[in-house]
């Protein structure tokens, strides 16, 4: 590791001097674990199959809300469907996941 170090900082040096100091360096170690949030009105409900990265088939339900500017369509992992009410505005709070995103709350906005 010890070995890295001058060639990363030769790397920013490098990249700073080549983009005249307009460089971002950042990461996200486990992007996950923060919750997101999204609302809108239910329009589609329809429960789905897809494999995640070990190939393994999981449910999956797909839903989309829809705002006045933007439609949202998302996939929930497992038979979510009687959470996502068709016609009914809501707030949805999930973690994002491969090949589904977790739900952790469902409220009625």
Known sequence: MKRLAPLAVILVL????ASCGAVFVGFVSNPGAVPSTISGTVTIVYLG???????????????????PTVSNSMAFCGDQRT???INQSLKVEFTHGTPCSTLVSVAFS
């Open 14 to 17: 490098v990249t700073l001097l």
């Open 49 to 67: 199959f897809s494999a995640d990265s070990n190939g393994t088939v999981v449910n999956v339900t797909q839903v989309t809300l829809v705002t």
């Open 83 to 85: 959470l996502f009410p």
